[in-house]
């Protein structure tokens, strides 16, 4: 990564930080029945499909839990990607309906920080080839990942 393209990550990352990176699902949500699901405070990732069920993994690869649809293994990524303190519970809608309306919500307001990002990064660069690179660096960076 060059120095323009460095200056041009810690600028982004500051311009979100600064306008506050919303949380989900406290933030796209409205009351909803839910069930409690209890998470480890480390990082998750979506695994395999086996079986028809998704396996969700901690960074260290070990298995967490498997859910049936692809939806509920996001919404949890999701939820525990918050940018302060992890969460050792969360509160996931019993309604599938309301799971993909709240994650398409939530990745609608993601993909809007992602056109941000690369319409000013074709302002300032000549070409595209580092764009992708350069938005998931910020994303790293805030803790945020997109699905």
Request: net charge positive; glycine share 4%.
């Amino acid at each position: 990564m060059t120095k323009k393209e460095s200056q041009f990550v810690s600028r982004w990352v500051n311009a979100i930080t600064t306008e506050g990176i919303k949380e989900f699902p406290e933030d796209f949500a409205g009351i909803y029945n839910s069930i409690e699901i209890l998470l480890p405070e480390k990082t998750l990732i979506i695994g395999n499909e086996l079986f028809g069920t998704y396996e969700i993994l901690n960074v260290d690869g070990n298995h967490v839990m498997h859910v049936d649809t692809y939806e509920k293994a996001k919404f949890i990524i999701y939820s525990s990607l918050p940018c302060r303190k992890k969460p050792t519970k969360i509160k996931m809608p019993l309604d599938s309906k309301e799971i993909k309306s709240l994650l398409k919500r939530y990745e609608d307001y993601l993909d809007s920080i992602i056109i941000r990002i690369r319409n000013d990064y074709k302002k300032n660069f000549m070409d595209e080839k580092n764009s992708s690179l350069l938005v998931n660096e910020i994303f790293r960076i805030l803790n945020l990942a997109r699905y």
